[in-house]
């Protein structure tokens, strides 16, 4: 399979996407991506296609140019983040929109992916930016929190919804797994909160930064609201969510803001057992 450059329609931080006909696309995966991470979105994919009827078919993984990549459907449309800063005066809906999107993925699953502590568990393990100390500190607390079975997307926000003929589709499974769902939902609210748009034009990432925090707002009330869940069941999987997210590429703005969350979060359970053990 010969790949031009001219064929490119868009790229991220992990792989380029190249149109091969009318229906197909091809995520050709950049040098130092593991072998082993490609093959599990492509398991991932696999298996979740049979579950809903919202995402890319996955066609098959190939290799190219000791590059690997897999190919998909190619989904025509225009994703939520665009629709989003071209449409402000709708932006409240799309918010609200969100959350439904969010808690309809969210479905009982059982064995088949990884699950969302074995994810973090692992993530956490491969950040160099914190002490060790402190990612100690993460895994006994993460082993404290709820297992739960349902899917997680692990990657959810506006720039990963295709919307087409008034209809979402979700794309990019690389990060799924099972679990509490709440894990999830604290890992969109630390990128709506915190996160910067990368590999998008100036204008887009401009407008979404000033309007991303009363995005936030909105999806997370509706959230809480249509899911009966309480912010406290969210926010107590910030710690580990956001340490892990120190895995990720993230401008040196946003890595420094997750690094201090993560060792204010890491000072206070530190605190709080060392009173415990003075009484």
């Known amino acids: 399979m010969e790949i031009k450059k001219e064929y490119m329609i868009g790229q991220g931080n992990t792989a380029e996407i190249y149109r091969l006909d009318d229906n197909k696309i091809l995520k050709l995966f950049r040098h130092g991506i593991s072998k082993e991470i490609?093959?599990?979105?492509?398991?991932?994919?696999n298996y979740i296609q049979n579950k809903l009827d919202c995402i890319p078919k996955v066609y098959d993984m190939v290799e190219i140019n000791d590059r690997l990549g897999i190919i998909y459907e190619e989904i025509k449309g225009t994703d939520m983040l665009k629709v989003m800063v071209t449409s402000l005066w709708k932006i409240n809906d799309y918010a609200k929109k969100l959350?439904?999107?969010?808690?309809?993925?969210?479905?009982p699953i059982i064995n088949n992916i990884c699950t969302v502590k074995e994810k973090l568990e692992e993530d956490v393990n491969a950040v160099d930016v914190l002490s060790n100390e402190n990612k100690e500190i993460v895994r006994?607390?993460?082993?404290?929190?709820p297992e739960g079975d349902e899917l997680c997307h692990f990657d959810f926000h506006p720039g990963n919804i295709m919307i087409t003929d008034n209809k979402a589709v979700f794309i990019d499974w690389?990060?799924?797994?099972?679990g509490d769902a709440c894990a999830d939902v604290a890992r969109t609210c630390i990128m709506l909160k915190y996160g910067e748009v990368a590999q998008a034009p100036w204008v887009l990432r401009k407008l979404f930064s000033f309007f991303q925090h009363h995005i936030y707002k909105i999806y997370i009330k509706e959230y809480l609201m249509i899911s009966k869940r309480n912010i406290e069941d969210i926010n107590r999987w910030e710690l580990p969510v956001a340490a892990a997210r120190l895995r990720e590429w993230l401008s040196d703005n946003e890595k420094r803001v997750m690094v201090q969350l993560v060792n204010e979060?890491?000072?206070?359970?530190?605190?709080n057992q060392n009173n415990s053990r003075n009484y």
Do not use: F, P
């Open 174 to 178: 690389m990060t799924a797994c099972r």
């Open 99 to 107: 959350a439904h999107y969010h808690l309809d993925l969210q479905i």
């Open 38 to 45: 490609i093959e599990r979105e492509y398991r991932n994919g």
């Open 265 to 271: 979060h890491c000072e206070k359970i530190a605190t």
């Open 140 to 145: 006994k607390y993460l082993m404290q929190l």
